[in-house]
């Protein structure tokens, strides 16, 4: 069981909004405008975290972008995934090992 290191209390307006603890935000170095995750565990206790920033990469924003255009452009062109296809793409990834949260490589950045 984790220990308290901070405890503190705020009160909840008739909007149900609240303003967050200034102890709170100085222990989590939260911000103006930045988010807040909540996680409510099975026992009813609250555990609350500072979202962390993700840069958005341009090239696949615009790549995704690209994407969205041409399938409303070009719906024709949607095919399903069919049984054939899913066994190739299979095979082609079956002895494929890959470690998501493996360093990259000088080579790889």
Same mark, same amino acid.
Do not use: W
């Given at each position: 069981?984790?220990?308290?290191?901070?405890?503190?209390?705020?009160?909840?307006?008739?909007?149900?909004?609240?303003?967050?603890?200034?102890?709170?935000?100085?222990?989590?170095?939260?911000?103006?405008?930045?988010?807040?995750?909540?996680?409510?565990?099975?026992?009813?206790?609250? !555990?609350?975290?500072? %979202? =962390?920033?993700?840069? &958005?990469? /341009?090239?696949?924003?615009?790549?995704?972008?690209?994407?969205?255009?041409?399938?409303?452009?070009?719906?024709?062109?949607?095919?399903?995934?069919?049984?054939?296809?899913?066994?190739?793409?299979?095979? !082609?990834?079956?002895? %494929? =090992?890959?470690?998501? &949260?493996? /360093?990259?490589?000088?080579?790889?950045?």
């Amino acid at each position: 069981m984790a220990s308290t290191t901070l405890e503190t209390e705020s009160t909840l307006t008739e909007r149900f909004q609240t303003t967050v603890p200034s102890s709170v935000r100085r222990a989590l170095h939260l911000g103006k405008k930045d988010k807040i995750r909540y996680v409510i565990q099975a026992d009813g206790n609250v !555990l609350m975290t500072k %979202v =962390e920033k993700t840069e &958005d990469d /341009p090239v696949m924003n615009k790549f995704l972008s690209f994407l969205a255009n041409d399938m409303q452009q070009h719906p024709e062109n949607l095919q399903q995934l069919t049984a054939n296809m899913r066994n190739t793409v299979q095979s !082609l990834i079956e002895n %494929v =090992e890959l470690d998501l &949260d493996a /360093p990259l490589s000088d080579e790889d950045e």
